[in-house]
C-alpha cells in the first residue's frame, strides 16, 4: 500500500510507510502534548498514538477545572488512512516541524473542545535511546524527544471557554517498542524483578532565558539505575546545551499518599555547576487511567488496541484530593499513572514545568 510519504526520499527500511520493520505488535509512534494556565484555573493533555501493527490510530483530550478532569478518548482503524493524523473530532497538524503544531477538537458528545497551537520555544532534545531486555525478549527499544513551549488558542470546558495566551506547554514525540501497547503484554519465563520498587523522575520546565529536561531512574533502595538530561537555550542564544551528569533529589509527599507536595531537585551539569530546582504543583496530577494508558478505555485494554472501526468514549472525574480519584457518583476508581504539571525555581528564577514523579513498589529512602 502507497501513501504519499512514499514520494519522498525517507525510507529507511525496503518497504512502504503503511509497514514497519519488526512485527513486535507493540511498534508505536506517539505524539503527546500538555499545556496549562499560570493560575491553575484549567489545562490539557493532547496525544494521538500510530500503531502499525495493530491496524489503529487513537487518541485522546484530557482537561482540568474546578477539581474535575474530563476525558475523550478515540480509537479508528488506521488503515486507508495510514498518514491522516486525526481521528474522530481530534487532529494533529504538523505546521513547522520541531516547532508549532495545531491541536484541534471538534465540538461533539463530549464536553471538551480546543483549537490550540503549540510553538516551542526551546529546542526539542533527543533522549538517550532506551533499551532494555527481560529473560532475553527486548521489552522497550525506543526513542523519545521532548521539548518546552507554548500553548495559545480557545479551550472549551463543559461550557466554559478559556482563552490561552502562552500558556506553558510541554510535549514529546516517541517511537518503537514499549511496554502496555495493543492490549496485552507477552511472557517469556518468570517476570525479572516482581516486586521490586522503583522511582522515576522526568522534567521539562522553563525559566526565563532557559530551560531544560531530565529523566531520572533509581531502584528501591536509591540506587541510579540511569540519568540523562540537559539545559537548553534557544536557538538564537548560540549557547550550547548543558548535559546533566547528576541529580539529587528531596521529595515531600501528602501524608499518607504517593503524590507529591513539594520536590527538590539539585543537578549537576557538566560544567559542575550546580542547579537547584524546587517544584510545587499546579493543578491536579492527570489520573492516566482517564487518557487510555495502562487498563484505560472501557474494555482496560489500553493503548494500540483494535476496537474496530471507529470507537468514542467519555467519561469524568473527580481529582479534587490529591491522590484519591472518583467517579462523579463519589465511587473510589483507579486512577493509573499520575503526571503533575508545576510552577518551579531554578536557582530562584520562577517558570514552569511537567515533572511526573513516580514511586512504584516499595522505597525504602522515603518509608513507602
Not at 482503524?77 to 494533529?92: C, D, I, M, Q, Y
Not at 531486555?133 to 472549551?156: C, E, K, N, P
Not at 541529580?247 to 555547576?273: C, I, K, N, Y
Not at 499520575?338 to 520562577?350: D, F, I, S, Y
Request: net charge negative.
Amino acid at each position: 500500500m502507497l501513501t504519499e510519504l512514499d514520494d519522498t526520499l525517507l525510507h529507511q527500511a525496503p518497504l512502504p510507510f503503511a509497514s514497519v520493520s519488526t512485527s513486535d505488535h507493540r511498534f508505536y509512534d506517539r505524539y503527546w502534548f500538555e499545556g496549562f494556565a499560570p493560575d491553575g484555573s484549567a489545562g490539557l493533555i493532547v496525544s494521538m498514538g500510530r500503531y502499525a501493527n495493530m491496524n489503529v490510530l487513537d487518541g485522546f483530550v484530557t482537561a482540568q477545572q474546578d477539581g474535575r478532569q474530563y476525558n475523550v478518548r478515540f480509537s479508528r482503524a488506521l488503515r486507508p488512512a495510514v498518514a491522516e493524523t486525526r481521528v474522530g473530532g481530534l487532529s494533529v497538524s504538523l505546521e513547522e516541524p520541531l516547532r508549532v503544531l495545531r491541536l484541534r477538537l471538534e465540538e461533539g458528545d463530549h464536553p471538551l473542545s480546543c483549537d490550540l497551537t503549540w510553538t516551542g520555544s526551546l529546542p526539542a532534545r533527543l533522549e538517550d535511546h532506551s533499551f532494555s531486555r527481560v529473560q532475553g525478549r527486548a521489552v522497550s527499544d525506543m526513542y523519545r524527544f521532548a521539548q518546552v513551549g507554548t500553548v495559545s488558542g480557545t479551550l472549551s470546558i463543559d461550557g466554559k471557554t478559556h482563552e490561552a495566551s502562552d500558556w506553558f506547554g510541554a510535549r514529546d514525540h516517541s517511537w518503537g517498542v514499549r511496554p502496555g501497547v495493543g492490549g496485552f503484554e507477552p511472557m517469556t519465563g518468570s517476570p525479572a524483578g516482581a516486586g521490586a520498587g522503583r522511582l522515576f523522575l522526568w522534567l521539562a520546565f522553563r525559566v526565563g532565558e532557559f530551560g531544560g529536561y531530565f529523566q531520572l531512574h533509581e531502584d528501591h533502595l536509591g540506587r541510579r539505575q540511569s540519568i540523562d538530561g540537559a539545559l537548553v537555550w534557544p536557538e538564537e542564544a548560540g549557547q550550547p546545551e548543558l548535559r546533566v551528569v547528576d541529580a539529587q533529589h528531596e521529595l515531600s509527599f501528602h501524608e499518607g499518599t504517593r503524590a507529591f507536595s513539594h520536590a527538590r531537585v539539585t543537578l549537576t551539569t557538566e560544567d559542575e555547576r550546580r542547579w537547584e530546582v524546587e517544584a510545587e504543583p499546579v493543578l491536579t496530577a492527570w489520573a492516566y487511567k482517564g487518557t487510555g494508558y495502562g487498563t484505560g478505555y472501557d474494555d482496560e485494554k489500553g493503548l494500540g488496541a483494535y476496537r474496530g472501526e471507529y470507537l468514542e468514549e467519555t467519561d469524568a472525574y473527580d481529582v479534587s484530593h490529591p491522590e484519591i480519584v472518583r467517579n462523579l457518583e463519589g465511587d473510589a476508581i483507579p486512577s493509573g499513572h499520575r503526571e503533575q504539571p508545576v510552577k518551579l525555581t531554578v536557582n530562584g528564577k520562577a517558570g514552569y514545568g511537567h515533572f511526573p514523579i513516580m514511586v512504584m513498589g516499595p522505597n525504602e529512602r522515603y518509608g513507602l
